[in-house]
């Protein structure tokens, strides 16, 4: 039986110490150690050694970035620790996908062409929530800050848990709650004028340098970069050999530039590179293109193409000169300061040789098209002939494009196949280039395969008496039927409760607001009643006071907010609560705790105000928002709230004392 659990280094030293043993004494006896398992073993415990050392090595380097104050000795220690981020993340990459395979051996997928761009996760340090938010609770709010270690020690946990989700689901849904939750601890802590004072430390993910900022903004955006990160991580790990798979990934890379597509819209001032609006354009622009390249892969899956369909090798030869330009214009971006400057070359490199072997692949579906394809209808003729424009140095429509004469196909059909193989071998010498590539097996034989389908395919069309210069095979016009739109992640589909909701519903009691609190006051029944009106839920308000009334001559006021009865909270209490229970006082008149909002407070429902992230979510619906009360969460919107909507509503006024 194979264990699940992780070792660690000096489990496995012990282990493989002892095999070692094993073997000089009875050399090749031990089959543990042939076994797959043993191998598995050695390897894992050999990887947490190099991260331990990398970790070390990062630690070392970040204390003398932030120690040293010349140029040139920062920008060394940048460099090295670009180095050290990338090869954490590939010995953790590694790590996990030899932890995936403990238990069973999955077959290669054949159906898998070029490889995807994952993005590695921002990492970051351990947070003390503690202090900041027991002096605001004991402080502003006025509430027994030791009463809420609980809570805080909750929020603690979701951070260090966010800090190293699961690739998967799970993981996405941890990280949006932890989002959610920060967009809770925002409405309720920070103020435009001052923040928790807490500084947020995080590593860039392309450099590994370390940025930090003392604005709760830096946190979320940090946090929605790793949920747009982890959607790539999950695209790439999708099996595309099937339509399930391709269908997955399509959404998973549009997730993921939704999320930089938002963060980039609504984040300002990044303090690292991965967050710059170039940065994040350049990401959002190359999800787009690895989900146009998995809708590509999806028609190959979903209905095979016949070789002499012409149309549909037509629409085939499309459909990849669309995933051509994509990639085209990702290394555009990508080959421009700033971005260049930060960009692994790896990446850079491989998007060159994903345009190049798409636009090849685009010529070959042509080729077949023309070569293999039967005649069209006349009618047909003018519309396929959009499908091609002239020749490169030329975007004017040329014809005719796709001729009817046997010969005349064979001709132009060899021409696209000679464009299709200039194209390939080009991919191949790109891919030689980079050394980070040349390790990567898979890409290497799916270009090599695609060359020599396309030269098995050219030695047939070339004839021994064929002496005549072939013309150059015009370009295919990129088009495809369904174009993937960056989607926006689903805050909405995790539900969370504000964690420090005790401290009373955020509409009031936020950092934005200051209040006195008054009583308890005791109010007798009078002939007319208490002599107050109420309105709204959680809190009630007193809208109106009689006066000469039993409630003025308490010392009530209109604008207060009922927050106890008869010494029973009821800061989260609905309106019908309140009135019943008023109703059920009897002669003896009833005991109230009242807050009053000072001067200078924010009225709530004022809204958010801030830069920066502030913008990225506006209302509980588009996060998942639930307000909880004592019992049971009810949703209620909490910025952007306007009091003045519910005044409108008629029957929500009352006398809750009737004439006795």
């Known amino acids: 039986m194979v264990p699940e659990g992780r070792p660690d280094g000096a489990g496995a030293g012990e282990e493989s110490a002892r ?44 204390n003398l970035y932030r120690a040293t104050s010349n140029a040139r000795v920062r920008e060394t220690v940048a460099l090295e620790l670009s180095y050290v981020n990338s090869s954490l993340q590939l ?132 946090v929605l970069f790793n949920i747009g990160a982890l959607h790539t991580q999950i695209g790439a790990r999708q099996d ?25 819209e609504n984040f300002s ?115 396929l002939e959009q499908i091609f424009l002239g020749p490169p140095a030329s975007s004017e429509p040329r014809g005719p494009a796709l001729p009817q004469e046997q010969e005349d196909r064979r001709k132009l059909g060899k021409a696209h196949l000679k464009r299709a193989i200039l194209g390939q071998e080009e991919a191949l010498r ?77 509409s009031v009691f936020s950092a934005r607001n200051r209040w006195r609190l008054a009583g308890p006051i005791h109010v007798a029944r009078g002939e007319g009643g208490f002599g107050f009106t109420l309105r709204g839920d959680a809190p009630v308000l007193i809208a109106a006071v009689v006066p000469g009334g039993r409630a003025a001559a308490a010392g009530l006021k209109e604008g207060d907010y009922i927050v106890s009865v008869n010494g029973q909270p009821c800061r989260w209490w609905k309106h019908a609560a309140v009135v019943a229970q008023l109703k059920g006082v009897g002669d003896e008149g009833v005991s109230l705790q009242v807050l009053t909002l000072l001067p200078g407070a924010e009225p709530p429902g004022s809204g958010d105000r801030r830069p920066a992230l502030g913008a990225l979510l506006r209302s509980q619906k588009e996060c998942g928002w639930e307000t909880p009360g004592p019992a049971q969460a009810s949703p209620r919107p909490l910025l952007g709230w306007n009091r003045k909507a519910k005044r409108g509503k008629a029957g929500r006024r009352l006398s809750p004392a009737p004439h006795p």
Request: proline fraction near 6%; charged fraction near 25%; include cysteine.
């Open 19 to 62: 095999l070692q043993a094993a073997g000089s004494v009875r050399k090749g006896c031990d089959l543990l150690a042939n076994s797959q398992h043993g191998c598995l073993q050695s390897r894992r415990a050999q990887i947490h050694q190099q991260i331990n050392r990398e970790l070390r090595m990062r630690t070392g380097a970040e």
């Open 91 to 222: 010995l953790k990459e590694e790590l996990e996908g030899l932890d995936g395979n403990v238990d069973a051996d999955q077959p290669q997928s054949e159906g898998i062409t070029v490889p995807m761009i994952p993005l590695g996760l921002k990492e970051t340090k351990q947070l003390d929530w503690a202090t900041p938010l027991k002096e605001l609770i004991s402080g502003h709010f006025g509430e027994d800050s030791a009463s809420y270690e609980a809570e805080i020690r909750e929020l603690e946990d979701l951070r260090q848990a966010a800090r190293t989700p699961s690739r998967s689901e799970a993981g996405l849904e941890l990280l949006t709650a932890y989002y959610n939750q920060l967009c809770f601890q925002e409405a309720r802590f920070v103020t435009p004028a001052r923040s928790l004072g807490l500084l947020f430390h995080w590593y860039d993910s392309l450099t590994g340098v370390p940025a930090q900022q003392r604005a709760l903004a830096f946190e979320k955006g940090s």
């Open 240 to 264: 595309r050999s099937c339509p399930e798979g391709t269908s997955c990934a399509v959404e998973a890379f549009q997730r993921a530039a939704g999320a930089f597509s938002l963060l980039r």
């Open 269 to 383: 001032h990044a303090p690292s590179p991965d967050m710059s609006p170039a940065s994040l354009s350049m990401l959002e622009q190359l999800m787009t293109a690895q989900a146009q390249e998995c809708v590509f892969e999806g028609l190959l899956l979903q209905a095979p193409v016949a070789p002499r369909d012409c149309l549909a090798q037509l629409h085939l030869a499309q459909e990849a000169a669309q995933v051509a330009a994509e990639y085209r214009l990702v290394h555009q971006t990508m080959a421009q300061p700033p971005v260049q400057d930060y960009v692994p070359f790896p990446w850079t490199t491989l998007v060159h040789v994903k345009a190049e072997y798409f636009r090849a692949l685009a010529h070959y579906h042509a080729a077949l098209a023309l070569c293999d394809g039967a005649p069209v209808a006349e009618a047909e003729l003018p519309a």
């Open 430 to 506: 790109l891919h030689a280039v980079c050394r980070a590539l040349r390790r990567v097996d898979l890409l290497q034989v799916v270009l090599a395969q695609a060359l020599r389908r396309s030269l098995a395919k050219y030695s047939e069309l070339d004839l021994e008496d064929d002496f005549c210069e072939a013309a150059e095979a015009p370009d295919i016009r990129p088009k495809t039927q369904r174009r993937p739109e960056g989607r926006a992640p689903s805050f909405s589909r995790v539900k969370v409760a504000d964690i420090f909701h005790r401290l009373g519903p955020l």
